[in-house]
């Protein structure tokens, strides 16, 4: 259960972080000196993510994802977790222009609930499994047919 926690919060967190570098590369773009400066930042990241990002990017989501069903490796899953969508977060809102609004603020409430849940998982991870409670056996009865005397 807590792997497949941990993965469902990966896949909503992903868009959102992809959304903050977004956001962080059109401040970049927006610091940028013409339209040389422009064009050079453009150029620079697509070289990095066409020989970098485009591998790194999803084995990166995959290895966090699959972290969480390791039990050796939950901790550090949900601590990753948890500061990716807190970087996330706090990305969208600081980069933001001007005050959120409540249709903003709905749209990055699966985050908070990303983080909250990554913070739940990880002081969740220190606490053993409960193994499934087994049911006493049975008594045997025999096939005979004949009802049990006292």
């Given amino acids: 259960m807590h792997g497949a926690l941990h993965a469902m919060a990966t896949a909503i967190a992903l868009p959102y972080a992809l959304l903050a570098v ?10 940028a000196r013409g339209l040389s400066g ?11 993510f066409v020989s970098w990002g485009i591998y790194l ?11 969480g069903f390791f039990s050796r490796l939950r ?4 601590l990753s977790l948890m500061l990716l969508s807190a970087s996330s977060l ?3 809102v600081l980069l933001h222009a001007g005050p959120l609004d409540s249709g903003q ?12 849940g990554s913070i739940w998982l990880f002081h969740r991870a220190d606490q053993p499994t ?3 409670r087994r049911l006493p056996p049975e ?8 009802a049990q005397s006292k």
């Fill in 22 to 31: 977004c956001f962080a590369m059109v401040g970049e773009l927006a610091r």
């Fill in 38 to 48: 422009v064009v050079d930042a453009l150029l620079a990241h697509a070289v990095w």
């Fill in 57 to 67: 990017i999803p084995l990166a989501t995959l290895s966090l994802a699959a972290a």
């Fill in 75 to 78: 901790r550090v899953a949900a």
């Fill in 90 to 92: 706090l990305t969208i």
């Fill in 105 to 116: 603020l709905l749209f990055l409430l699966p985050c908070v609930g990303v983080l909250l």
């Fill in 130 to 132: 409960v193994p499934a």
């Fill in 139 to 146: 008594p045997a009865h025999e096939s005979t047919g004949c």
